[in-house]
C-alpha cells in the first residue's frame, strides 16, 4: 500500500502548491514521495516538437533534456486513478493536488472559517483543514474536523506514513533487520530510528505468497519449499527452460 493525500480548495490562489511543497520538502528526505496535479490546460504546448509527433499519430513521445524525463501520450481518462497507476509500486507517499470530488483523504485549504464550512459541505473525506487562518484561530475544529497549521497537517500525514509502514511489516521476526522481532523494528520505525526499507524479507523476497490480494510473507524453509517445488515441476514441462524465466506466477483457487 502507498500512502495517498490530495490537498483540495475551493478555488486557486488558496495555497495548495504552496503546501504540497513545503509538505514534499520535509518528508521526501526520510521516504519516497510522488506527487499528483490535475491541470484544466494540456502541458503541450502548441506546435512544441512533441505536440507535433503526438498530432502525427505517435503512441507517446519521450522529452529528454534540462535535468529532466518527461513522457507524454494521449489520455482521455483524466481521473486520479488513471494518474495514480503511474506511481511506482515503491512509493511511500503520494501528494495529489486537486482531485475535489475524488474519494481519497484530503486536506482542505481555506481562507477563512466560513469558507471552510461551506467547503465541508461538499467536500468528502476531509481529516483536516488548513489555511492562513489555522495557526491564529482559537476555534480548533470546524464541523469535526481538525483545524491545523502547515507544520502540524505535515505531522499528521507523516504518522499515516508511519502506521503504513509499520503495517507492512512481514510479521516473521525473521531478524535479518537486525531487531530481535517485527515489533522491535515497528518501534524502531515509530521513533525514526529505522525505515521500512532496512527490512530484508521485502526487499529481497523472491517468493511472494499472496492470498485473496493480501501479501502473506514467508520464512526462509517455507519460502524454499514452495520455490524449489515449484520450480522442480516446471522443470519437467516441454518448452520450459528456468535460465529464461524471470517470473512465475501460479493462482491457486478453493
Keep these: 500500500m502507498v500512502v495517498i493525500v490530495a490537498v483540495v480548495a475551493a478555488g486557486r490562489e488558496r495555497g495548495k502548491t504552496s503546501l504540497v511543497e513545503s509538505m514534499t520538502r520535509r518528508l521526501s528526505g526520510r521516504y519516497r514521495v ?45 481521473s486520479v486513478d488513471r494518474a495514480l497507476k503511474e506511481v511506482p509500486a515503491g512509493a511511500d507517499l ?3 493536488e486537486g482531485f475535489k470530488e475524488s474519494v481519497l483523504p484530503k486536506i482542505l485549504l481555506a481562507q477563512s472559517i466560513d469558507e471552510a464550512e461551506e467547503q465541508l459541505e461538499r467536500i468528502s473525506n476531509v481529516f483536516a483543514v488548513s489555511g492562513p487562518f489555522a495557526d491564529m484561530h482559537t476555534k480548533r475544529s470546524v464541523k469535526g474536523v481538525s483545524v491545523l497549521g502547515s507544520d502540524s497537517v505535515t505531522d499528521v500525514v507523516n504518522g499515516m506514513v508511519l502506521d503504513d509502514q509499520v503495517n507492512r511489516l512481514p510479521g516473521i521476526d525473521c531478524k535479518k533487520c537486525g531487531y530481535p522481532s ?7 520505525i515509530l521513533k525514526g530510528e529505522s525505515l521500512l526499507k532496512n527490512c530484508r524479507t521485502l526487499q529481497t523476497s523472491d517468493v511472494m505468497l499472496i492470498v485473496d490480494g493480501k501479501p502473506v510473507y514467508l520464512s526462509d524453509f517455507p519460502k524454499n519449499v514452495v520455490k524449489y517445488v515449484v520450480l522442480g515441476l516446471m522443470n519437467s514441462l516441454k518448452g520450459f527452460d528456468p535460465k529464461k524465466t524471470g517470473k512465475i506466477t501460479l493462482e491457486l483457487r478453493t
Excluded: I, Y
Design 94 to 96: 503520494v501528494l495529489v
Design 34 to 78: 510522488w506527487t499528483v496535479k490535475h491541470v484544466s490546460d494540456s502541458f503541450d504546448t502548441r506546435e512544441k516538437d512533441t505536440w507535433r509527433h503526438l498530432k502525427a499519430g505517435a503512441e507517446g513521445s519521450v522529452a529528454l533534456g534540462a535535468g529532466s524525463l518527461v513522457v507524454l501520450r494521449s489520455e482521455l481518462d483524466e
Design 182 to 188: 517485527c515489533k522491535e523494528m515497528a518501534n524502531a
